[in-house]
C-alpha cells in the first residue's frame, strides 16, 4: 500500500511532549509531525508508551487523574493545549477506536447515534438515520446489520463490535481517527477486514494506529514511528523503517532482538 | 444426663488422635518420612476428623429426632453412651489404619466434604425449620379464623376477649406506605451519591466519605427510632403538619418513612457504589472518546448498564423497608388505619407482631395466632421481593463475563 504522492499537508504536530503519571515520565521529549490523508503506525515494544502518546493527541490523558502533558500538539496549526480548547469539543473531532471493542450496552443503532446525538449532527430522525447508516457503511459493517439495527451491539462477534466502534468514532465527522491496537483482540479473519477497512478510511482521516505487530504496521501504514523506553527512536517512512532503519534500536526490534 | 461430657470426649479425644496418629506414622516410617504416601500430619488429620465427624453427626441426629418426637426431657443414658461409642470406633479403626501405603490425606479429604455438607444442610434445614413452624402456627390460625376476612377485612381490631376483627389490609397499607416513602428518601439520595463516590470524588475524598456513609448503616435502628421520636417527629407537626392543616400527630408515616429513608441512604449508596464500579472502565472511555461530558456519559452509558443491578439494589433496600420495626414503632405509633394523609399516625405488620405477642398472651387464640399468619405473609413478600432482586442482579452480571 505504497504512496506516490510525496506532497501531504501536516494535520497533528507535536513538539516535545514529556507525559509524567505521578512520578514517572512515560514520555520524553517526543516530536513528531504527522501527515494527512494518511496512515501513521505507533510500534515499539510493550509499555514504551505508545498508548500514552496516543492519548495526548486526543486529551485523553485529562480523564487519568495523575497524568501530566507538556509541550505542543497543533491539530491544522491549532494548539490543542490551549487554555480556551474544550476538550470534549476536540474528542468529537479526533476519534478514537480502543483495544478492545467497547460497543454500548445499546442497539447497534443506538451505539452508531450516540455521538451524533450528543453533539446534535442531524435535525430529524430521517436525517440521523441517513448518518448511522452512512457511517455503518464507512465501517464495512451495514450489510452484516442492517436487518438488525435494534439488536444489541454486544450481540455482534468480535470483529464486528470493533467495526461497529469504528462506524461509531466515524459518525461524528471526525478529522483524526485514533486506533490503539484495535485488531489485538480480533482473530485473523476479522483483523484483515479491520485492516482492508482502514485502507478504506486513508481516502477521508488522518489514521493513526498503534500496533504491537510488526506485520500489521507494514501491511496498512505509510509512515511508522517507533518508540522505545518513552522515546521516539524513530520516524519515517514504513518501507524504510522495515527495510533500512537508521537506528540501531530500530533494528534490532524489528529483526526481533528487543521487545 | 446432658450432651456437655460427650462433647468433651469427642473434642479430647480427636485431639489426642491427631498425636497418636501422627507420631505412629513417623515410628511407622521408620524415621525416613519419603516412604510414607501421607505425611505423618495428614494421618493426625485423618484420625481427628474420623473421630470428631461422625459422632458430631450422631449428636445433631438425636437433638434433631427429638424435636421430631416431641422428646423434651433430658436424653436418656443410652444416647451419650452411644455417641462417645461412635467417637471411640472412628478413633480406634482410623489408627489401625496408618500404615506406610495409606493415603491418609484423601482419607481426610472425603471428611472435610461431608463437614462442609453438613454446614449447608444445617443452614437450609434451619430455614426449612423457621417456614414450617411459621407455617403450622398458621394453619392453626386460619382453622380458627376465616381466612378471607384475614386479608380482605379493612379492620384491625384485636380484642382479647374474642370477637376481633383481624384484618391484615390496613397493616399492609401503612407497611406499603411507610417502605415507599422511605424509598422515595433513600433511592435518590444513596444514587447521587453513590455517582459522586465513583465517578466524581477524588480518591482522598472518597476514602473518607464511603466509610463515614457506612457508619450510618451500622447505627442501631432503635436510635434511628429515637431519633424519629423526638426530633424529626415534633419537627415535621410543628412546621408541616399543623400550618398545613394536616393533622396534630407528632408520629406519622412521614416521620417513619423520612427517617427509615436515612437508614437505608447507606445501604443504597453502598451497593451502587459497587455496581458503578463494575461498570467496566472502557465503556466510560469509549463515551469520552466520543466528546460526551462525563455527566453525559453517566447518564447515557454508566447508568443504564448498571441499571439491573441498581434496580436490584433497590429492591433490597425495600425488603429491608418492609421488614424494618423499631422505627415504625416509635415514629410512626402503633394505630391501625387506612388513610391517605402520610401525617397521620399507622402501623405495620411487623409491629402488630410485636404488639400481639407481648403482654398477657394464650398461645391458642386467634389473636395472637394471628401473628404467625402475618409474620409468614410478610415473609412471603420479602421472599418475593428478593428472589426478584437476585434474579436481576444475577442477569446483570452475565452481561460482562
Ligand atoms: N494510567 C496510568 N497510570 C500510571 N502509569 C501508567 C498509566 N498508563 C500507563 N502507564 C505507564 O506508562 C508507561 C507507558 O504505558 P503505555 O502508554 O500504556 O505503553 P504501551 O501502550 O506502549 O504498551 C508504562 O510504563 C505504564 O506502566
Ligand atoms: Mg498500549
Not at chain 1, 477521508?204 to 517507533?226: C, L
Amino acid at each position: 500500500m505504497k504512496d506516490t504522492s510525496m506532497t501531504k499537508n501536516i494535520k497533528i504536530s507535536a513538539n516535545n511532549i514529556d507525559v509524567y503519571y505521578g512520578e514517572k515520565h512515560a514520555i520524553k521529549d517526543v516530536s513528531v509531525q504527522i501527515e494527512d490523508k494518511t496512515v501513521t503506525a505507533f510500534i515499539g515494544p510493550s509499555g514504551c508508551g505508545k498508548s500514552t502518546f496516543l492519548r495526548c493527541i486526543n486529551r485523553m490523558n485529562d480523564t487519568i487523574d495523575i497524568a501530566r502533558v507538556t509541550g505542543h500538539i497543533a491539530i491544522d496549526g491549532e494548539d490543542i493545549y490551549d487554555p480556551r480548547v474544550d476538550p470534549v469539543q476536540l474528542r468529537a473531532k479526533v476519534g478514537m477506536v480502543f483495544q478492545k471493542p467497547n460497543p454500548f450496552p445499546k442497539s447497534i443503532y443506538d451505539n452508531v447515534a450516540y455521538g451524533p446525538k450528543i453533539h446534535g449532527l442531524s435535525r430529524n430522525k430521517a436525517e440521523l438515520d441517513e448518518i448511522v447508516e452512512k457511517s455503518l457503511r464507512r465501517g464495512a459493517l451495514w450489510e452484516e446489520v442492517k436487518d438488525r439495527l435494534h439488536e444489541p451491539g454486544t450481540g455482534l462477534s468480535g470483529g464486528q463490535q470493533q467495526r461497529l466502534c469504528i462506524a461509531r468514532a466515524v459518525a461524528t465527522e471526525p478529522e483524526v481517527l485514533l486506533m490503539d491496537e484495535p485488531c489485538s483482540a480480533l482473530d485473523p479473519i476479522a483483523t484483515a477486514q479491520v485492516e482492508e477497512l482502514i485502507d478504506e478510511l486513508r481516502q477521508s482521516f488522518s489514521v493513526v494506529i498503534v500496533t504491537h505487530s510488526m506485520q500489521q504496521a507494514a501491511r496498512v501504514s505509510q509512515k511508522t514511528a517507533f518508540f522505545h523506553l518513552g522515546n521516539m527512536v524513530e520516524y519515517d517512512e514504513t518501507d524504510k523503517i522495515f527495510t533500512n532503519p537508521e537506528d540501531p534500536r530500530t533494528e534490532s526490534y524489528i529483526s526481533g532482538r528487543i521487545g | 444426663m446432658s450432651l456437655t461430657l460427650p462433647l468433651l470426649f469427642i473434642a479430647a479425644l480427636s485431639v489426642g488422635g491427631f498425636f497418636i496418629a501422627r507420631s505412629r506414622a513417623q515410628s511407622a516410617a521408620g524415621g525416613d518420612i519419603r516412604k510414607l504416601a501421607s505425611l505423618p500430619r495428614q494421618h493426625g488429620l485423618n484420625t481427628a476428623l474420623s473421630t470428631a465427624i461422625p459422632a458430631l453427626f450422631a449428636i445433631l441426629a438425636w437433638l434433631f429426632a427429638a424435636r421430631l418426637l416431641s422428646y423434651r426431657d433430658a436424653a436418656p443414658i443410652w444416647v451419650p453412651l452411644a455417641i462417645m461409642l461412635i467417637a471411640t470406633l472412628g478413633f480406634i479403626l482410623s489408627i489401625m489404619r496408618v500404615s506406610v501405603t495409606f493415603r491418609a490425606r484423601t482419607a481426610a479429604e472425603g471428611w472435610i466434604r461431608s463437614l462442609l455438607i453438613g454446614a449447608s444442610v444445617i443452614a437450609i434445614l434451619t430455614t426449612v425449620g423457621i417456614v414450617f413452624s411459621m407455617l403450622f402456627e398458621s394453619i392453626n390460625f386460619f382453622s380458627q379464623y376465616r381466612w378471607q376476612d384475614f386479608f380482605f377485612s379493612t379492620n384491625w381490631a384485636p380484642n382479647f376477649r374474642g370477637n376481633s376483627d383481624l384484618g391484615i389490609l390496613p397493616l399492609l397499607w401503612g407497611t406499603l406506605y411507610i417502605s415507599v416513602i422511605a424509598l422515595i428518601f433513600a433511592v435518590p439520595i444513596g444514587l447521587f451519591a453513590a455517582v459522586y463516590l465513583s465517578e466524581y470524588a477524588s480518591r482522598r475524598t472518597r476514602s473518607v466519605f464511603k466509610p463515614l456513609i457506612e457508619i450510618l448503616a451500622g447505627i442501631p435502628t432503635i436510635v434511628y427510632g429515637l431519633f424519629a421520636l423526638v426530633t424529626v417527629g415534633p419537627f415535621l407537626r410543628d412546621y408541616f403538619a399543623q400550618p398545613t392543616g394536616f393533622g396534630d400527630s407528632a408520629s406519622s408515616v412521614m416521620t417513619a418513612g423520612l427517617v427509615m429513608g436515612i437508614m437505608l441512604i447507606p445501604f443504597v449508596s453502598s451497593l451502587s457504589d459497587d455496581i458503578i464500579n463494575a461498570v467496566p472502565q472502557s465503556l466510560r472511555d469509549g463515551s469520552l472518546g466520543l466528546g460526551s461530558t462525563h455527566s453525559e456519559t453517566i447518564r447515557q452509558v454508566v447508568l443504564p448498564a448498571a441499571l439491573p443491578g441498581i434496580v436490584g439494589a433497590i429492591l433490597l433496600a425495600a425488603s429491608r423497608a418492609i421488614g424494618e420495626t423499631m422505627i415504625v414503632v416509635l415514629g410512626a405509633g402503633a394505630a391501625a388505619r387506612l388513610d391517605l394523609n402520610p401525617f397521620e399516625a399507622m402501623t405495620t405488620v411487623t409491629v402488630k407482631i410485636v404488639s400481639q405477642l407481648t403482654g398477657d398472651t394464650d398461645f391458642a387464640s386467634p389473636e395472637t395466632l394471628v401473628a404467625f399468619a402475618l409474620g409468614l405473609t410478610l415473609f412471603v413478600i420479602t421472599l418475593a421481593l428478593n428472589v426478584l432482586a437476585l434474579y436481576i442482579v444475577r442477569r446483570y452480571r452475565e452481561q460482562y463475563e
